[in-house]
């Protein structure tokens, strides 16, 4: 056997199988490239979900990780240190507002909007206590705990885990009309992905989320972003909600946040939502800790430059117009996304979205499927010119295969 296969049947000898991994172990990565165990390498087209935006081992990132390696990483929030009220300051600053609840996961940040948006609903805009509602989107993805898969429409991570949490509305994505009609006096907030990750790069109409905003607005409902994905310079803004103009209430952030070095999350609104937490009402050991916000903090320094923006931009307008030219030739059917992100969907006499995963993989390039047909693209934005035409070449070359 080789080493991968010794890797790979002793993963799925001891570990619990809730993930489904192309057979590729990685021993070392540096900027977008990947190399595995034996020694191969590959592009990195994924960029963990858009955890790694600004590359592998991205130097500037290490450098304050080590710096602060040498400090002091954790305190818990027992003690105040001495990059937390940065770290907080900085973030809130580049979102336009007041405070910032940090925590790790982007799970974690979701289920604090969630408890930010009913406790701002009983104590703030005076809904009967037990009665709030959140209306989200159908097809969205915002993690995997028992509350959260209550809200899900994927059955894949929804079934077998009821009894499921109450107090959620789910609504078609897109769908204004639907949306207004399920806002009511209970209403607390409207939870949606300004762009569908997992659901296949799905980006809303025009006009979408200024219609959110303005339902949002003159309802008294909170308008809560969860830019995990779509944040942090992925589609050649700092956020998403930018290419239409609009600033939400809340903004739930992770992912690129910890630069793909530690995991960061946070939930940033001003001071007459986040305010209404009190000392022990809410908290985490490791939310905000030093290593975290030392790394944070260089990804703050990195976005203000607006170099990571303008690169996603740019390539993403190259990478869509080399997608584009792949639909209607028989094999791609729909190409969507913005920024340096894509969904494509394969026609399905061509393969999967796994076997297309699979194919590439044996030229070298790592992407992830998603929903049966659909294969996600979403490079590093450090990524070069050269080096996505090159994986773009791999992708034309499977797809001529059949």
């Known amino acids: 056997m080789s080493r991968t296969q010794d ?22 990565a540096e900027g977008a490239w990947m190399t595995d165990v034996e020694g191969r390498r590959y592009l990195d087209m994924l960029a963990g979900y858009s955890a790694l935006n600004f590359g592998h081992g991205n130097r500037r990132l290490l450098d304050a990780a080590k710096a602060q ?19 907080c300051g900085q973030l809130a600053e580049l979102c336009g507002k007041d405070m910032v609840l940090p925590m790790n996961t982007g799970a974690e940040a979701v289920e604090t909007a969630v408890k930010t948006a009913r406790k701002w609903g009983y104590e703030v805009k005076g809904v009967p206590d037990g009665h709030a509602k959140i209306v989200v989107a159908a097809n969205n993805f915002h993690g995997r705990t028992t509350t959260i898969v209550s809200f899900s429409t994927d059955h894949e991570a929804r079934d077998h885990y009821g009894p ?26 409207v939870l949606i992905e300004p762009i569908q990750g997992e659901a296949g790069v799905l980006v809303p109409p025009d006009g979408y989320l200024r219609g959110v905003r303005e339902l949002t607005a003159r309802r008294n409902v909170l308008f809560m972003a969860d830019e995990i994905q779509s944040g942090l310079g992925r589609t050649g803004r700092t956020f998403a909600c930018e290419h239409e103009g609009v600033v939400p209430d809340v903004y739930i952030l992770g992912k690129a946040l910890g630069g793909g070095v530690v995991p960061v999350s946070a939930v940033v609104a001003d001071r007459d939502v986040l305010g209404v937490f009190r000392p022990g009402e809410h908290g985490s050991t490791f ?8 790394v944070a903090l260089e990804v703050i320094a990195m976005l203000r ?15 869509h117009a080399e997608l584009g030219m792949l639909v209607g030739g028989g094999a791609v059917e729909t190409v969507r996304g913005r920024g340096l992100w894509a969904g494509v969907d394969i026609v399905p006499s061509h393969g999967t979205g796994r076997e297309i995963s699979e194919r590439l993989m044996a030229r070298r390039v790592l992407v992830k499927d998603t929903h049966g047909s659909t294969i996600r693209i979403a ?11 090159w994986g773009l070449e791999q992708l034309r070359a499977v797809l001529s295969e059949g």
Not at 69 to 87: K, M, N
Not at 287 to 294: D, K
Not at 379 to 389: M, R, S
Request: hydrophobic residues 40%; charged residues 20%.
């Open 379 to 389: 490079p590093p934005l450090v990524i070069t010119k050269e080096d996505l035409d």
């Open 69 to 87: 390696l040498e400090r002091v990483t954790l305190t818990s929030r027992a003690f105040q240190h001495d990059r937390f009220a940065e770290f």
């Open 7 to 28: 890797e790979l049947a002793a993963a799925d000898a001891h570990s619990a199988h809730n993930y489904h991994p192309l057979p590729v172990v990685v021993a070392s």
């Open 305 to 319: 430059t607006g170099e990571y923006q303008q690169r996603a931009t740019e390539l993403g307008e190259h990478l």
């Open 164 to 189: 499921y949490t109450p107090g959620f509305e789910i609504v078609p994505y897109g769908d204004l009309t639907a949306m207004e009609a399920a806002v009511t006096e209970n209403t607390v907030a």
């Open 287 to 294: 939310g905000g800790n030093p290593l975290a916000c030392a």
